[in-house]
Antibody, heavy 122, light 108 residues
Framework: QVQLVQFGAEVKKPGASVKVSCKTS????????INWVRQATGQGLEWMGW????????GYAQKFQGRVTITRNTFISTAYMELSSLRSEDTAVYYC???????????????WGQGALVTVSS | SYVLTQPPSVSVAPGQTARITCGGN??????VHWYQQKPGQAPVLVVY???DRPSGIPGRFSGSNSGNTATLTISRVEAGDEADYYC???????????FGGGTKLTVL
């Protein structure tokens, strides 16, 4: 069965960086894009970016341009999201999600990781 | 960038029909997806491509999309349907994902 597994929680100081991992299984890792979505406590879902695991190509939300980097290790079917210059407003649960096409510009997120809490605090 | 607008809350009695809207400029020309999120859990896809259901999602969940409004309809609402619901599209102009602000469904 398809699984996206994210590990643990992180506490970081303002100005630091965090790298969140997303280990996938149950399907061919290079066949579907991985996206990252975050959610601050009590807030809505916020899309951050995507990566094609086959080519390594990426795209990021304008809000995070220059601060976020999505990478992968195809040998262990794992995607990573690194966010730099952290500030308190970056405190959130970070989710990875598999993006699946449904024709044309139709893309939904059919499987999600369980989320990883990143807390930014001095 | 493309903006999706949802009402913050919708309330419905058990057994009744809940309708959650998602507004966007000419959203009828886009494919809309809906997610259910319960407290402390990751979102779950309940409707994709306007009106299709993933396997395992009850037929009580349906969707429609026309003009400037997409709608998620939940028939015969149950207590277990109480959750936050988010609409989502892919904005091809910017090649970015877009989520609505979310709607909290309360079952009275």
């Amino acid at each position: 069965q398809v699984q996206l597994v994210q590990f643990g929680a992180e506490v970081k100081k303002p100005g630091a960086s965090v790298k969140v991992s997303c280990k996938t299984s149950g399907y061919t890792f290079t066949s579907y894009d991985i996206n990252w979505v975050r959610q601050a406590t009590g807030q809505g879902l916020e899309w951050m970016g995507w990566m094609n695991p086959n080519s390594g190509n990426t795209g990021y939300a304008q809000k995070f341009q220059g601060r976020v980097t999505i990478t992968r290790n195809t040998f262990i079917s794992t995607a990573y999201m690194e966010l730099s210059s952290l500030r308190s407003e970056d405190t959130a649960v970070y989710y990875c999600a598999r993006r699946i096409p449904c024709g044309g510009d139709c893309y939904s997120f059919d499987y999600w990781g369980q989320g990883a809490l990143v807390t930014v605090s001095s | 960038s493309y903006v999706l607008t949802q009402p913050p809350s919708v309330s419905v009695a058990p057994g009744q029909t809940a309708r959650i809207t998602c507004g966007g400029n000419n959203i009828g020309s886009k494919s809309v997806h809906w997610y259910q999120q319960k407290p402390g859990q990751a979102p779950v896809l309940v409707v994709y491509d306007d009106s299709d259901r993933p396997s395992g999602i009850p037929g009580r969940f349906s969707g429609s999309n026309s003009g400037n409004t997409a709608t998620l309809t939940i028939s015969r609402v149950e207590a277990g349907d109480e959750a936050d619901y988010y609409c989502q599209v892919w904005d091809s102009n910017s090649d970015q994902g877009v989520f609505g602000g979310g709607t909290k469904l309360t079952v009275l």
